[in-house]
């Protein structure tokens, strides 16, 4: 089994900035991408940003882009998303996940295209 810890949610004000944090653990597995997406209660888990780990290909819903930069460390099997001039709207909960296998456009921008996820961060901008 894969294990994604995250890390790096909180409270903050509108305006400022925010990483978060995702390290996959546990038994051998290949990356193709690890991207993170976000869930409000009652609503559906929607995309926020992606990157593919051999060529390092960035996705970035329209609404962060500028905003929200996706990085990762291969050897440490880390990614980290970097949240700057947060406002309320980025307010809710933060999902870290890992695709496995092939990977295209479709399936790393896509909830059903990953295969294990964390457990979430929650993010709160205050106005």
């Known amino acids: 089994q894969v294990q994604l810890v995250e890390s790096g949610g909180g409270l903050v004000q509108a305006g400022d900035s925010l990483r978060l944090s995702c390290t996959a653990s546990?038994?051998?597995?290949?990356?193709?991408?690890m991207g993170w997406f976000r869930q409000t209660p009652g609503k559906e888990r929607e995309f926020v940003a992606a990157?593919?780990?051999?060529?390092?290909?960035?996705y970035y819903t329209d609404s962060v882009k500028g905003r929200f930069t996706i990085s990762r460390d291969n050897a440490k099997n880390t990614v980290w998303q970097q949240m700057n001039s947060l406002t309320r709207e980025d307010t809710t909960g933060y999902y870290c996940?890992?695709?496995?296998?092939?990977?295209?456009?479709?399936?790393?921008?896509?909830?059903?295209?990953?295969?294990?996820w964390g457990q979430g961060s929650q993010v709160t901008v205050s106005s």
């Open positions: 996940a890992l695709e496995t296998g092939s990977w295209s456009t479709r399936t790393t921008t896509s909830v059903d295209g990953y295969d294990y």
């Open positions: 546990g038994r051998t597995f290949t990356t193709s991408a």
């Open positions: 990157i593919t780990w051999s060529c390092g290909v960035r």
